[in-house]
Nanobody, 123 residues
């Protein structure tokens, strides 16, 4: 079964850090662009970070650049999102996604989505 399972979310105070993990199963991520997106209540889903199949190219949303780091371990079939200096504006459900079968490597090229993990940042 092809799926993505996120973990690592939780509640943290402003200024804190969290590390999200995404485990892929049913397919190998080594040739797939992977990304993280988030959706806050009442807002549209927002792309946060993308990493190329080899992990050498990353792209970040302006709102998280310099604070978040996306990385991947193809041998473990996992993708990570390290989040530092969190603010209440980062509160959202965070989703891992894979652009499996896509030629592009952006948030909109995702074809497989996880169920999400909640991140709540209090002031």
């Amino acid at each position: 079964q092809v799926q993505l399972v996120e973990s690592g979310g939780g509640s943290v105070q402003a200024g804190g850090s969290l590390r999200l993990s995404c485990l892929a199963s049913g397919f190998a991520i080594s040739r797939t662009c992977m990304s993280w997106s988030r959706q806050a209540p009442g807002k549209e889903r927002e792309g946060v970070a993308v990493v190329s199949p080899g992990g050498t190219v990353t792209t970040y949303a302006g709102s998280v650049k310099g604070r978040f780091t996306i990385s991947r371990d193809n041998a473990k079939n996992m993708v990570y999102l390290e989040m530092n200096s969190l603010t209440p504006e980062d509160t959202a459900m965070y989703y891992c996604a894979a652009a499996r079968g896509s030629l592009g490597c952006s948030y909109t090229d995702a074809t497989i989505w996880g169920q999400g993990t909640q991140v709540t940042v209090s002031s």
